[in-house]
């Protein structure tokens, strides 16, 4: 008899030629469910556990293995994975969001502590430098943008959805400045549970990050600037310290000692960001060794201020302020200058982190350019599917109309040539 391949009209409740025809519905069932039914769940290993550390308590026991992770791991963003910055966040009254260890389950072996803080997601609708509107979305941001995890793609599926499973607060999973190529980079753009569960968006596409590799000494950094480039930087803090009428100075805080200098400094300097913390924040930042900030000054007027933090051999440089009326002196230029002076001298650096941007005071022979991006996750739902659609649309629109304004401005330039009009005849 007619038998359809693989397939056994003998095993068919129907038998005989009605089971054959009653296969052929159910496969004709099952294709067009293929075709138009979301897929089934996708099967996971259990290879990894994760847990959540919600008590100080559970925090203490996973602390000699947190600290070993964290003293192998060389990621950029690794100061916001430090048990240093748990405490001060805690400290500070930051406690929204969750802390969570990944355990390989056959060795009972901690592979990963990765840090959560609830926040509201931004997504920024701009005109230039105008803010139009801003869509803000409830998640979660890893900090360190990514996870301080063993990389392998089971034990970054286990973390992803636990996310997924146990966070139905969150809309959405911020990773604020993700390397390009690096493992979690990969991981995102091939993993069928992040397919599965969220949409992967990159709101301001790739973007430079710039980092300096601190030089060894002050000879090789001066070898390095070339002799016209060495005596223009020299003239211009020359210039400088003569128009205040007095010695350029930097001022190190990294100690509550010399936290006045810092207050004294945001004041004088009329500086207002959302960079700039409390002095109980900056307390907190210096009692658990992350505070590194440097001030100059040309007696008592402050020329420059740079906030930052330290983490081992790096200093994060998170914003840079100066004084506007002595911009033909450049200010800012003199207050790199002075500081990647004092980096050297002191030996306790190997790099600076500059974060997304293009720095004013930058040099080749010591930059380093990556390309990093933001990424979002945001769950599959229909309102994330329209704020994605709505802020790349919003982007669409505005490139679409700044091409076209550019075309006419060429036209009337005569750049472009005119296209002709069809024969009448």
Known sequence: MFQTAGMDPIHHPGGGLMGIRMQRSALLEQVVAATWLPSLPIRHATRFTVTSLA???????????????????????????????????????????D?????????????????????????QFMLRSKLMYRLRPHGLMLLGSEPMLVEEPEAFDSLFLHLARHHPEASAISLMAVREGSFTWRYLATSAVIREHFYVYKPEGLRNCHAVEVPTSLD??????GKKRRYNLQRQERLLSEHLGDELTLVAIDRASRLHELYRA???LGATDDAILSPEHYALACKHGLLLCYV??????????????????????????????????????????????????????????????DPAYRHHTTNIIEQRARILLLRRTVVNRL???????FYAA??????????????????????AKPDPS
């Open 387 to 393: 704020r994605i659609e709505a802020h790349r649309g």
């Open 296 to 357: 100059l000054r040309a007696g008592s007027r402050v020329v420059g201020l740079a906030l930052g933090s330290q983490c081992r051999r790096t200093f994060l440089v998170h914003r840079l302020f100066h004084d506007s009326s002595l911009q033909r002196f450049s200010p800012g230029t003199a207050l790199w200058q002075h500081m990647l002076r004092d980096l050297i001298g002191n030996g306790r650096f190997d790099r600076v982190e500059m974060g997304f941007g």
């Open 99 to 123: 802390l969570l260890a990944i355990t390989e389950t056959a060795r009972n072996t901690i592979v990963g502590i990765v840090p959560l803080k609830a926040t509201e997601i931004g997504l």
């Open 398 to 419: 505005l490139a679409s109309i700044s091409q076209r304004m550019r075309e006419i401005r060429l036209l009337r330039q005569g750049a472009l040539p005119v296209a």
């Open 220 to 225: 090789a950094y001066h070898r390095g600037l």
């Open 55 to 97: 008590t100080h308590q559970s925090r203490m026991e996973v602390r000699s293995c947190w600290n070993q992770l964290f003293c192998r791991n060389d990621r950029p963003g690794a100061i916001y994975q430090s048990d240093s910055y748990d405490e001060f966040r805690r400290e500070s009254g930051d406690v929204e969001g």
């Open 266 to 268: 945001i004041e004088q």
